[in-house]
């Protein structure tokens, strides 16, 4: 099996990014808050807007892509910390390290932006993904809010709870979120 590797895409990458968003939201609707109808109609402009708007990472292996992760702060007030959303990995892939290759290298450009802390939203009924974030070191904190999920009609009591992964020096969690 050959070595997974993961970068962080340019904006002139926006095509790679697309596919694998795409793919991803056909392949796991129910983990998105948003649909592959609804974003395969986006312009250039628009993908290119969302890649100046955080940071995207792809894991790739043999050439292919098998996952995908997000890092932004463009939607959080708490100063120096910042959001990682949008993960996915391919099916066939699961379980393999690709995960823990995205996390490991979206904290590291975390620091690298100089954020504090990173906050990870996980469903509180996703018992996997919340024992897998925090075997990574997030932290559940009392934080909590509504899930939104399209293409599922049993979600009207599905909520996130926010997890919180330290960054550098930083050892506590942070107040506000």
Do not use: C
């Amino acid at each position: 099996m050959s070595e997974i590797s993961v970068r962080v895409l340019q904006e002139e990458d926006w095509p790679e990014y697309r596919d694998v968003r795409l793919r991803a939201l056909k392949e796991s609707p129910e983990a998105f808050v948003a649909s592959a109808a609804e974003e395969e109609d986006y312009d250039e402009d628009r993908w290119r807007s969302r890649m100046q708007r955080s940071r995207r990472l792809l894991a790739e292996q043999d050439e292919t892509v098998v996952g995908v992760v997000s890092v932004g702060s463009h939607k959080i007030e708490t100063p120096g910390a910042g959001e990682l959303f949008g993960l996915w990995v391919d099916p066939a892939k699961r379980g393999s390290g690709v995960a823990r290759k995205l996390l490991e290298a979206a904290a590291a450009q975390a620091r690298a932006d100089d954020l504090k802390h990173l906050i990870y939203w996980v469903g509180t009924d996703n018992g996997r993904a919340v024992a897998f974030a925090s075997s990574f070191g997030f932290r559940p904190t009392d934080n909590r809010r509504p899930m939104e999920i399209h293409g599922v009609d049993d979600a009207e009591d599905a909520e996130e709870l926010a997890m919180v992964l330290p960054l550098g020096n930083s050892s506590g969690v942070p107040t506000s979120l």
